[in-house]
């Protein structure tokens, strides 16, 4: 059966590298220097045509594994920002965007929108993340700022509504004009959606995705919730 309509940022967006966007350095961080240009992990191969891609989306698959921290690249910034407990809570990822010049020339992110990227990733519903998560937040990043970088020709940091609704196509979501135009509206400031808002609408997108094709098990492109997990759900990001 043909799906209607998802997708996700695992995809190559066309006419950009395939590496991602590197920050351009974390002040006071362990490591020193620009972060490692592969930030956590390749991007995943492209959507497939017509439906979701496998459970998991473009998540380079950490579910449940113990990460070699210690040799890893990124671990020297997670460290430098991680609380006591060694995770990362939404004040701290604000902290460490800003400070590595993730967004570069574009408004830095706002603490709204690092509290749903956390959400995007928090499984466990303590409004934090842990290693492997901050590996994968700056992978789907990356992947979003290659997008987002292809349609802002001018680097204004911003794009046009129609641009916005071709992103949106280029990471392999097949939504309808409807629910586009609701997307639009609901992320657009005086007719054009900014770098910060984009990357909002695209964490909901993949966390509402990946929310609905988890209860989709016969994947059929329809499911039956039950109040509280349909709250749950979408108060959640």
């Given at each position: 059966m043909a799906y209607p309509g998802y997708g996700g940022y695992g995809g190559q967006m066309p006419g950009m590298p395939g590496q991602g966007m590197p920050p351009q350095g974390m002040p006071?961080?362990?490591?020193?220097?620009?972060?490692?240009v592969h930030m956590g992990g390749p991007m995943g191969g492209a959507p497939p045509q017509g439906g979701y891609p496998p459970y998991g989306g473009g998540y380079p698959g950490t579910y449940g594994a113990q990460p070699l921290a210690a040799n890893d690249p990124m671990w020297g910034y997670f460290t430098a920002?991680?609380?006591?407990?060694?995770?990362?809570?939404?004040?701290?990822?604000?902290?460490?965007?800003?400070?590595?010049?993730?967004?570069?020339?574009?408004?830095?992110?706002?603490?709204?929108?690092?509290?749903?990227?956390?959400?995007?990733?928090?499984?466990?519903?303590?409004?934090?993340?842990?290693?492997?998560?901050?590996?994968?937040?700056?992978?789907?990043?990356?992947?979003?700022?290659?997008?987002?970088?292809?349609?802002?020709?001018?680097?204004?940091?911003?794009?046009?509504?129609?641009?916005?609704?071709?992103?949106?196509?280029?990471?392999?979501?097949?939504?309808?004009?409807?629910?586009?135009?609701?997307?639009?509206?609901?992320?657009?400031?005086g007719g054009r959606i900014f770098f910060d808002d984009y990357v909002a609408c695209c964490v909901k997108l993949q966390a509402l995705t990946e929310n609905f094709k988890r209860r989709d098990t016969m994947h059929q492109g329809s499911v039956a919730f039950q109040y509280d997990d349909f709250i749950l759900c979408t108060m959640a990001i």
């Open positions: 006071g961080a362990p490591m020193g220097g620009p972060m490692p920002i991680a609380g006591q407990d060694g995770e990362v809570d939404a004040e701290e990822l604000q902290k460490c965007l800003t400070q590595s010049g993730f967004t570069g020339s574009y408004a830095p992110f706002s603490l709204e929108t690092c509290r749903i990227m956390i959400a995007m990733l928090d499984r466990d519903y303590t409004g934090k993340m842990g290693f492997n998560e901050f590996k994968e937040l700056f992978t789907a990043l990356n992947g979003w700022k290659q997008n987002f970088m292809m349609f802002d020709q001018d680097r204004s940091g911003t794009v046009e509504p129609h641009e916005m609704s071709q992103a949106v196509s280029a990471m392999g979501y097949r939504i309808s004009p409807q629910a586009l135009n609701v997307i639009i509206k609901r992320y657009n400031k």
